[in-house]
């Protein structure tokens, strides 16, 4: 449905998060860890070998990472100011609810360290408040609460602010302009068939012609006495 015109009071209290975790930390990021298993990201398992370094690890991730089938995270080896380095996870998507992590018993997972990761960045939900109601999403986009109108969070304020509502017109005036266009077309085809033309002297063409232009170009009634035309 279209938005309906007026005037909303919106504020944002908060905007959605991804969740970043950062595992344990390792002398080097190419060496061989001698850990084996399978790690578990929601729910998707990336094999890990134990010649793999963590920078062999993160790579297996990533490529695991793609298509509709991903494990929703992306990974990066980072170096921390003290010259070690330590895998970490980011969520592919905002939310509170942030990744779900497992092993297959390996214990792959704890000797990641990401049993216990350290949070560099909690997940976290949008809130918008709207006319005094608080609603919440995993997105920063909020969709249904208004016939035809779309809020985005993009970032947290004390303040609120009144949005006025319209009526986006573009649409129907782009419906307008090719049914012109297609008209117009149509009308250069049948000045077109004189002569040797395949339809030339054909009453029906042009009688089709004549009724489209009539019905297109003729008052509409709106009603309460209003009328329009194209």
Not at 113 to 119: I, M, N, Q, S
Not at 171 to 187: F, G, M, P, W
Not at 188 to 204: E, M
Request: glycine share 10%.
């Amino acid at each position: 449905a279209d938005a309906q015109p007026g005037t909303v009071r919106v504020r944002t209290v908060a905007v959605a998060r991804a969740e970043k975790l950062g595992g344990a930390v390792f002398a080097e990021r190419d060496a061989a860890l001698g850990i084996a298993g399978e790690l578990h990201i929601n729910g998707r398992a990336v094999t890990i070998s134990a010649t793999d370094s963590l920078s062999q690890i993160a790579a297996s991730i990533n490529a695991a990472n793609t298509g509709t089938e991903g494990v929703g995270a992306s990974a990066t080896v980072l170096r921390t100011p003290e010259g070690e380095y330590r895998l970490v996870l980011t969520s592919a998507t905002t939310g509170a609810a942030g990744m779900s992590l497992a092993d297959d018993g390996s214990g792959v997972l704890a000797a990641l360290g990401l049993d216990a990761p350290t949070v560099i960045t909690a997940g976290a939900d949008a809130q918008l408040e709207i006319d005094g109601a608080l609603y919440t999403s995993a997105s920063n986009t909020f969709e249904g609460i208004l016939d035809g109108v779309t809020f985005t969070a993009t970032f947290a304020s004390e303040y609120e602010v009144e949005v006025e509502l319209t009526r986006d017109t573009t649409k129907a005036a782009e419906s307008v302009k090719q049914l012109v266009d297609a008209l117009n077309e149509l009308a250069k085809f049948v000045k077109s068939q004189t002569g040797s033309a395949p339809l030339a002297g054909n009453g029906s063409l042009r009688s089709m012609h004549s009724g489209l232009r009539s019905a297109l170009l003729d008052d509409v009634d709106l009603g309460d006495g209003r009328t329009a035309r194209l």
